[in-house]
């Protein structure tokens, strides 16, 4: 989106490099290699790259996930970030709170609020509101860190306080062992209604990511099912070469240090993808269905009315003992394989470099 150019309504984009110059009125959703947030946004952001610089102003959250992510502009609300390195400039402005997982994490910018870190090294050189929470093997306070509530880390070594560092709340160092016991009391509790919940909540979420999906990415949706028509069998060998490849992937990430925030990223972006499979397999049966009765729609009617199809018959035949469990793995593994062979079919195989970009 070039610079001037104002988008009333949120915006996507995929792309090699997706760059955000103009002013979207709206949630804007980028993913791409490289990913550059220059201009202004009025609502959320969520990018994902394996380069994510965010240099305007994003007035509500900001979710943000990459190899390398710098965020050098102003945040109006709170920041979620998870990469390898992760940099907060001195430019850079966060009015809410900021969560941060990553390798390295610098945080030389202000923080209006609190600060939770999680990772291997961990730096601060700037002024936070609110307390300071922090999970990581090194951790230093440079001369100009100033925290104006507590200051808890969990860590086996002490923290590196330069002169000059000012921490007004209690100052307190913990085991990483205590940390672990301290998730498990709080999600225990959970544990005894959060099953049930699910259960009901997946049926719609299901729903609202499938239209997510089809708004967002249409194309690449009727592409995949296109897939599982005409591939059926090489669709179901590549989602479970896939489903055998993300555990072994996971455990070489994990064995150095490192490689644990990358592992971990890829462990819910994997998560992500197993659970989105299935609607694939949900829009092949409603378009089954709809050509077995010759209804009769425009495209993106055809498509919704296929979707919600699909969905509900799919709804019935998991509550089925047995059965249920055999079709919602078969679902997944189906429509990871299309969809994997259709990203090879689209963006692997040689074809003359160019920019792409859906806008919504």
């Known amino acids: 989106m070039a610079e001037g150019e104002v988008v009333d ?11 955000i110059s103009g002013t979207v009125l709206g949630d804007v959703y980028a993913v791409g290699g490289q990913v550059f947030i220059d201009g202004r946004v009025e609502g959320d952001l969520l990018a994902l790259g394996g380069v994510v610089h965010i240099a305007g102003e994003v007035t509500q959250n900001v979710r943000a ?38 390798a390295n994490v610098f945080l030389s910018s202000p923080v209006g609020k609190e600060v939770r870190v999680a990772g291997r090294n961990f730096t601060l050189a700037n002024v936070v509101a609110g307390d300071v929470e922090a999970a990581v093997e090194n951790i230093g306070l440079t001369g100009r860190a100033r925290i104006e ?6 860590s086996n070594k002490e923290a590196q306080i330069d002169e000059g560092a000012v921490v007004l709340g209690v100052q307190e160092r913990k085991s990483p062992q205590q940390l672990t016991g301290r998730v498990g009391k709080i999600i225990e509790p959970a ?15 299901t729903l609202l990511l ?12 009727r592409a995949t099912v296109h897939t599982l ?3 059926k069998w090489r669709s179901l060998t590549t989602g479970i070469t896939a489903l055998l490849f993300i555990p072994l992937l996971f455990g070489i990430l994990i064995i150095t240090i490192v490689g644990i925030p990358l592992g971990f990223l890829l462990l819910f972006v994997s998560s992500l993808l197993l659970y989105t499979s299935r609607i694939f397999v949900m829009l092949f049966l409603g378009q089954f269905l709809l050509d077995r009765f010759s209804v009769r729609k425009n495209r993106e009617e055809r498509q919704g009315l296929a979707f919600v199809l699909g969905l509900a018959v799919y709804s019935l035949l998991i509550l089925i003992p047995v059965v249920g469990w055999l079709v919602s793995f078969g679902a997944m593994l189906f429509g990871l394989g299309a969809a994997a062979e259709t990203v090879k079919e689209i963006y692997v195989k040689p074809k003359p470099k160019k920019e792409t970009a859906a806008q919504a």
């Open 149 to 154: 509530g507590d200051f808890t880390y969990w």
């Open 210 to 221: 499938g239209f997510l999906l089809i708004r967002f990415f249409p194309g690449f949706s």
């Open 229 to 231: 028509q005409a591939a």
């Open 9 to 19: 309504q949120d915006y996507g984009a995929v792309a090699e490099v997706v760059r």
């Open 65 to 102: 996930a990459g190899g390398e992510v710098v965020v050098s502009g102003t945040i109006g609300r709170n920041a979620t970030i998870a990469g390898v390195n992760v940099t907060f400039t001195d430019e850079a402005r966060v009015q809410g709170g900021v969560v941060i997982g990553g």
């Open 191 to 205: 544990t005894r209604w959060v099953k049930p919940v699910l259960g009901l909540s997946s049926f719609f979420t």
